[in-house]
T-cell receptor, first 111, second 116 residues
Framework: GDSVTQMEGPVTLSEEAFLTINCTYT??????LFWYVQYPGEGLQLLLK?????DKGSNKGFEATYRKETTSFHLEKGSVQVSDSAVYFC??????????FGSGTQLTVLP | GAVVSQHPSRVICKSGTSVKIECRSL??????MFWYRQFPKQSLMLMAT?????????EQGVEKDKFLINHASLTLSTLTVTSAHPEDSSFYIC????????????FGPGTRLTVT
């Protein structure tokens, strides 16, 4: 079955540091890939997505590129802010309905 | 963007009682909605798929008699936790893909259930 593996957290960075959160996946077909963000006490918000190989999703300074050859979708941001502190989930869907989530990575950005 | 609401946002109930959680799509129709459960510092676990006009589809290991799902209309799904116990305390999140959009899902803000 499908699965998503994220780098384990927690991740603690200083403001303006570079962020990478690794995500790799296993799927039988050609999934769509997502990054969701969850702020404390809230539901999930879609951060970015990519629907086919070599697509780059981007939003709010975050980027991730769909790499079919390495089955990866790593999240990056060049300069993090305190307000980026949250839990980040990598996810995929093949069925166009059901999402498979990674375990989540807690990010804390210190001023 | 599309909005999904949940009500209540927090609920505390006594052991043995039942609690209903509502999930509404506010500006789009959703023939399907998903219910997830999230334990502290863990990922989301899909509990069931709610289908408008038909029975819900439950994931393996989820008791359908304990977690009753009703998809009453194209904008409303409800999850009722029956005879709640402390181990049912969790964060429950629903999501809905807009009809006709295969890949987007919009998540509700979640409901924190505490059973005492």
């Amino acid at each position: 079955g499908d699965s998503v593996t994220q780098m384990e957290g927690p991740v603690t960075l200083s403001e303006e540091a570079f962020l990478t959160i690794n995500c790799t996946y296993t799927a039988t077909g050609y999934p769509s890939l997502f990054w969701y963000v969850q702020y404390p006490g809230e539901g999930l918000q879609l951060l970015l997505k990519a629907t086919k190989a070599d697509d780059k999703g981007s939003n709010k300074g975050f980027e991730a590129t769909y790499r079919k050859e390495t089955t990866s979708f790593h999240l990056e941001k060049g300069s993090v802010q305190v307000s980026d502190s949250a839990v980040y989930f990598c996810a995929l869907t093949e069925t166009a309905r059901q999402l498979t989530f990674g375990s989540g990575t807690q990010l804390t950005v210190l001023p | 963007g599309a909005v999904v609401s949940q009500h209540p946002s927090r609920v505390i109930c006594k052991s043995g009682t039942s609690v209903k959680i509502e999930c509404r799509s506010l500006d789009f129709q959703a023939t399907t909605m998903f219910w997830y459960r999230q334990f502290p510092k863990q990922s989301l676990m899909l509990m069931a798929t709610s289908n408008e006009g038909s029975k819900a589809t439950y994931e393996q290991g989820v008791e359908k008699d304990k977690f009753l799902i009703n998809h009453a209309s194209l904008t409303l799904s409800t999850l009722t936790v029956t005879s709640a116990h402390p181990e049912d305390s969790s964060f429950y999140i629903c999501s809905a893909p807009p009809a006709g959009n295969s890949y987007e899902q919009y998540f509700g803000p979640g409901t924190r259930l505490t059973v005492t």
